[in-house]
T-cell receptor, first 113, second 113 residues
């Protein structure tokens, strides 16, 4: 069965510091991988996605993620965060023809001045 | 409309009452999803509609929950005889193709007293 694990429930970081939010998945088949962001009191929006091809995926707001098949990971990174990046980040996976996304529990990113 | 819309944005009800939550997906999107997000929790899948296919109801927590999608567009999630544990934010999402990622509405915050 598929599962998605976000290894950190909370990540505090100072402004302008780099950040990495970790996501691991388990699946016996090829997967499509997604990162979503939920700003306070707002709905979720797609940050980036990996379907195939280049393993380094660039998304909105300066975020990027790297698909690593051997480590079954899809970690999200940003070289320099802003206060406005404070939000909940969700990793999700979808295997094969099943369009039902499997979600991680989320990582709360808190950017402090 | 430009995005997924949901109504009402907030709903307060008494235990035992029935509630209906509405979702208007992005025009042309064939897939529609309902999720539940409890405080501090990840996303819990409820139900998925794809075109004219039978919906995937595997996530509905009990037979008090039901959903329909009329004309392949608007969807209504109905919760009968609400319980306090039903209190959560109910999110709707739509997509054109499963691999394109899902577009979320702002959610309906349900509070059962």
């Amino acid at each position: 069965a598929q599962s998605v694990t976000q290894l950190d429930s909370q990540v505090p970081v100072f402004e302008e510091a780099p950040v990495e939010l970790r996501c691991n998945y388990s699946s016996s088949v090829s997967v499509y991988l997604f990162w979503y962001v939920q700003y306070p009191n707002q709905g979720l929006q797609l940050l980036l996605k990996y379907l195939s091809g280049s393993t380094l995926v660039k998304g909105i707001n300066g975020f990027e993620a790297e698909f690593n098949k051997s480590q079954t990971s899809f970690h999200l990174r940003k070289p320099s965060v802003h206060i406005s990046d404070t939000a909940e980040y969700f990793c999700a996976a979808n295997a094969g023809n099943n369009r039902k996304l499997i979600w991680g529990l989320g990582t709360s990113l808190a950017v402090n001045p | 409309g430009a995005g997924v819309s949901q109504s009402p944005s907030n709903k307060v009800t008494e235990k035992g009452k029935d509630v209906e939550l509405r979702c208007d997906p992005i025009s042309g999107h064939t897939a529609l999803y309902w999720y539940r997000q409890s405080l501090g929790q990840g996303l819990e899948f409820l139900i998925y509609f794809q075109g004219n296919s039978a919906p995937d109801k595997s996530g509905l927590p009990s037979d008090r929950f039901s959903a329909e999608r009329t004309g392949g567009s608007v969807s209504t999630l109905t919760i009968q005889r609400t319980q306090q544990e039903d209190s959560a934010v109910y999110l709707c999402a739509s997509s054109l193709l499963g691999v394109d990622g899902q577009f979320f509405g702002p959610g309906t915050r349900l509070t059962v007293l």
